[in-house]
């Protein structure tokens, strides 16, 4: 009759403790990072969810079924795309490419050709094309767009340039500018010989 007592006893003891680990033990949101065995040059994040977690108890005698609590998976995060930014660009090509080589004091033309991938049209008559740093190759050190740009169009900016007399690599930044703002940073970079 004891043993009888003692089993009913454990089950029960049993059925509460798991009743409390399935309201205890929440599933997991938090991604786990996955450990890299060399490390690169530029990480890139992993997120890997942990299996849900599962709580067993196996009694001592045989004669009571060990039940299983599994606990559901985790939610998947959803991926939220970044805003549109008003004034940004997609260099689509230059010419002539980087490290173009060129004669001292020869004078040349640079282009880039630029699409607006913003949410404003570039007016022509507030946004313009302006040497930001680097060697000053230029003619001008500002260029009015031919005319206006609205979003998903594209514009070819267009330089006179002179290189330098010194044999030696050259870089000069130029950028599109509306007031104070200044987007779409391009550079060239040139090999004078």
């Known amino acids: 009759m004891r043993s009888a007592s003692a089993l009913i006893t454990l089950v029960f003891l049993w059925a509460a403790c798991n009743a409390a680990l399935s309201l205890v033990v929440p599933p997991s949101d938090t991604p786990t990072p996955r450990p890299t065995r060399t490390p690169t040059s530029t990480p ?8 849900p977690p599962s709580a067993t108890w196996t009694p ?4 009571t079924p060990s039940p299983e609590v599994t606990l559901g998976p985790s939610p998947t995060p ?17 010419s002539p490419g980087d490290w ?5 004091l020869r004078e040349f033309s640079t282009g880039w050709k630029v699409t607006n991938t913003g949410t404003s049209t570039w007016d022509s008559e507030s946004v313009e094309f302006t040497y930001l740093e680097g060697a ?3 003619e001008e050190a500002t260029v ?3 005319s206006s740009v609205p979003p998903g169009s594209s514009v070819i900016l267009s330089v006179g340039m002179r290189a330098p007399r010194n044999p030696s690599i050259y870089t000069t ?8 703002i200044f987007f779409c940073r391009i550079a060239l970079t040139i090999r004078v010989e």
Do not use: F, G, I, M
């Open 100 to 104: 173009y080589k060129v004669r001292p």
């Open 136 to 138: 000053k190759l230029h």
């Open 144 to 146: 009015r767009l031919p």
């Open 78 to 94: 959803t991926l939220t795309a970044a805003p549109a930014r008003e004034l940004d660009c997609k260099l689509n090509w230059q």
């Open 173 to 180: 930044y130029w950028s599109l500018r509306q007031e104070s």
């Open 44 to 51: 890139e994040p992993t997120a890997t969810h942990p299996p």
């Open 60 to 63: 001592t005698s045989s004669a």
